[in-house]
């Protein structure tokens, strides 16, 4: 069992950075692939990165990609989501999830088995 906390979010203006962080409770954290979703209004649930168990593996949206970085410290218990120059269309809620690890690739929500409340982030223009 992995409970899992966002926290980071707020607004900012266009082209400025904010940094999500989730924290994780459960002597498991390590053993679960990690991944970042959001949801603007309106939209389904997408994929933004994922990261392995380990940490040594990452992926990224294309529409993030250079921007958004996805790391995690399994130490602290905790993955997190630097986004830098942010847009008007990043503006959503931000969720973490844990699940299986598979191979490195974008998977859909419905792969994760654990999820956060969500942490909301609006970007103006």
């Known amino acids: 069992q992995v409970q899992l906390v966002e926290s980071g979010g707020g607004l900012v203006q266009a082209g400025g950075s904010l940094r999500l962080s989730c924290a994780a409770s459960g002597r498991t954290f390590s053993s679960y692939a990690m991944a970042w979703f959001r949801q603007a209004p309106g939209k389904e649930r997408e994929p933004v990165a994922a990261i392995s168990w380990g940490g040594s593996s990452t992926i990224h949206a294309d529409s993030v990609k250079g921007r958004f970085t996805i790391s995690r410290d399994n130490a602290k218990n905790t993955v997190y989501l630097q986004m830098n120059s942010l847009k008007p269309e990043d503006t959503a809620v931000y969720y973490c999830?844990?699940?299986?690890?598979?191979?490195?690739?974008?998977?859909?929500?419905?792969?994760?088995?654990?999820w956060g409340q969500g942490t909301r982030v609006t970007v103006s223009s």
């Open positions: 999830a844990a699940g299986p690890q598979y191979g490195m690739k974008l998977y859909p929500a419905n792969t994760y088995d654990y």
